[in-house]
């Protein structure tokens, strides 16, 4: 069965406070989507790429692919004023009518392999694959000026890669409202489609303010020595 991921990259670096968008900010010495694609890359290199940019980015985005000698093969979309539009515009790119396809936030570079197998695999076997996380912090629900608790065991914490029969996202899409829903399984609930949660990966974290870049950098660091460590026990046996 065929994979496709969609990698939609729309940040404009603002709550960074840089005048670079988040997606190509150095994680590692290189631009932090390119370890996005890398992650999926390793799962499985045959899986079809297609990384949804704003528009006016492209050149940007060929012209760090160069100066760092990245040579992942995908398909570039331009994205659109909603994420709803850049994802739709993913799904364009693909031609085929049958396979699996995940939607990934581009500044997610710290996906594990267990989280990208698990979901492509529930998605495989005909489910609607989201991972998340149960919540360790104490909540309330405010009311104006009234609160009450929450039980967090009924919370998860949300991640990607969302993952879907391509037939299911791509029937989601026809909603006449899609631009409206933020999240690619609210979207597909709205078809009759039931939602399967799995658990994704404490890293997973999505890299929005300057203290997720510095803990992604440390996270990093980690996960590349592990890998390192890995590829050395398997040369060895």
Same mark, same amino acid.
């Given at each position: 069965?065929?994979?496709?991921?969609?990698?939609?990259?729309?940040?404009?670096?603002?709550?960074?406070? &840089?005048?670079?968008?988040?997606?190509?900010?150095?994680?590692?010495?290189?631009? /932090? /989507?390119?370890?996005?694609?890398?992650?999926?890359?390793?799962?499985?290199?045959?899986?079809? =790429? =297609?990384?949804? /940019?704003?528009?006016?980015?492209?050149?940007?985005?060929?012209?760090?692919?160069? /100066?760092?000698?990245?040579?992942?093969?995908?398909?570039?979309?331009?994205?659109?004023?909603?994420?709803?539009?850049?994802?739709? !515009?993913?799904?364009?790119?693909? %031609? %085929? &009518?049958?396979?699996?396809?995940?939607?990934?936030?581009?500044?997610?570079?710290?996906? !594990?392999?267990?989280?990208? %197998?698990?979901?492509?695999?529930?998605?495989?076997?005909?489910?609607?694959?989201?991972?998340?996380?149960?919540?360790?912090?104490?909540?309330?629900?405010?009311?104006?000026?009234?609160?009450?608790?929450?039980?967090?065991?009924?919370?998860?914490?949300?991640?990607?890669?969302?993952?879907?029969?391509?037939?299911?996202?791509?029937?989601?899409?026809?909603?006449?409202?899609?631009?409206?829903?933020?999240?690619?399984?609210?979207?597909?609930?709205?078809?009759?489609?039931?939602?399967?949660?799995?658990?994704?990966?404490?890293?997973?974290?999505?890299?929005?303010?300057?203290?997720?870049?510095?803990?992604?950098?440390?996270?990093?660091?980690?996960?590349?020595?592990?890998?390192?460590?890995?590829?050395?026990?398997?040369?060895?046996?």
């Amino acid at each position: 069965m065929e994979r496709f991921v969609i990698i939609v990259a729309g940040g404009s670096g603002q709550r960074m406070g &840089t005048g670079i968008p988040k997606q190509f900010l150095p994680l590692c010495g290189r631009p /932090l /989507l390119m370890h996005t694609m890398e992650a999926f890359q390793r799962y499985d290199a045959k899986t079809g =790429v =297609v990384l949804v /940019l704003p528009a006016g980015q492209a050149k940007q985005w060929k012209d760090l692919c160069s /100066l760092h000698g990245f040579m992942f093969a995908h398909q570039l979309a331009e994205g659109g004023e909603t994420r709803g539009h850049s994802v739709r !515009s993913g799904l364009n790119a693909i %031609a %085929a &009518t049958e396979g699996v396809v995940a939607v990934h936030d581009g500044v997610r570079p710290l996906v !594990s392999q267990e989280t990208i %197998a698990r979901g492509f695999a529930l998605a495989e076997s005909g489910k609607n694959a989201v991972p998340g996380l149960p919540l360790a912090d104490s909540l309330r629900i405010t009311n104006g000026n009234n609160s009450r608790p929450l039980d967090r065991t009924l919370v998860r914490r949300i991640q990607t890669p969302q993952c879907f029969p391509l037939h299911i996202l791509r029937e989601a899409y026809r909603h006449p409202r899609f631009m409206d829903f933020t999240d690619d399984a609210q979207l597909v609930e709205t078809t009759g489609n039931a939602i399967t949660l799995y658990e994704g990966n404490a890293e997973n974290i999505k890299i929005t303010t300057p203290f997720d870049l510095k803990l992604a950098g440390l996270l990093a660091g980690e996960i590349t020595l592990d890998i390192l460590s890995q590829q050395n026990r398997d040369n060895n046996e």
